[in-house]
């Protein structure tokens, strides 16, 4: 596909400095996230795995105890494409969102997604 486009190392670094807490490591854009617990890793794979299905862009993640590794890459070219880096952004945007001082909400009273 035309947008399948692999990102070069200079693409990657460029892309990299606006996504906080990922990497690039042996081919795929990834990022390990640190929960409070069990519970909220759990909801934290659905949460990424519900993201990529509507993308219809689909990492592997690696589920423990108190953490997720999500990797990101474009199967189909075996690299890293703007598929991935784009995805990660909305990944980020959604699951480390916490309510503003401005807001009703009080928001989760312990360490959260990190």
Do not use: C
Request: hydrophobic share 40%; aromatic share 8%.
């Amino acid at each position: 596909m035309a947008d399948d486009v692999v990102l070069t190392e200079e693409q990657l670094a460029q892309e990299l400095e606006s996504l906080s807490g990922w990497e690039v490591r042996d081919g795929w854009l990834r990022r390990q996230y640190q929960t409070p617990g069990f519970a909220h890793t759990m909801m934290l794979a659905n949460t990424v795995g519900f993201l990529a299905e509507a993308a219809w862009h689909h990492p592997d993640m690696s589920v423990g105890y108190a953490h997720l590794t999500v990797k990101l890459q474009t199967h189909r070219v075996r690299a890293v494409t703007m598929h991935d880096t784009e995805l990660a952004r909305k990944i980020d945007e959604v699951v480390t969102w916490l309510p503003g001082e401005e807001s009703a909400l009080d928001g989760f009273p312990k360490k959260w997604i990190h």
